[in-house]
Nanobody
Framework: QVQLVESGGGLVQPGGSLRLSCATSSNIFSAYAVGWYRQAPGNQRELVATITNSDSTNYANSVKGRFTISRDNAKNTVYLQMNSLKPEDTAVYYC?????????WGQGTQVTVSS
């Protein structure tokens, strides 16, 4: 069982930045593809960004140019750098890791963008 722990959420003003972290104790984390998803109240969970085990990345159109996903396999951690935040980025952000038949979710971290 792989446990994912998200951190770094909080309250930020529009135009501000946050960096989310998704950490695990798994020593095979480098094999996993990892994604960040978000869910706002009343909305379905949506994909924000993904990174493969070969460091290929993909982004939702709504965050391209503002968010950057990266990974540090030595620390078993994936990051989501979020810049130029907008009120519509407000949501609970979840980390997901999958590899072969394995699929894991974190507990989520709240991001609120408001003045």
């Amino acid at each position: 069982q792989v446990q994912l722990v998200e951190s770094g959420g909080g309250l930020v003003q529009p135009g501000g930045s946050l960096r989310l972290s998704c950490a695990t104790s798994s020593n095979i984390f480098s094999a996993y593809a990892v994604g960040w998803y978000r869910q706002a109240p009343g909305n379905q969970r949506e994909l924000v960004a993904t990174i493969t085990n070969s460091d290929s990345t993909n982004y939702a159109n709504s965050v391209k140019g503002r968010f950057t996903i990266s990974r540090d396999n030595a620390k078993n951690t994936v990051y989501l750098q979020m810049n130029s935040l907008k009120p519509e980025d407000t949501a609970v952000y979840y980390c997901n890791a999958h590899w072969l038949a394995y699929n894991y979710w974190g507990q989520g971290t709240q991001v609120t963008v408001s003045s």
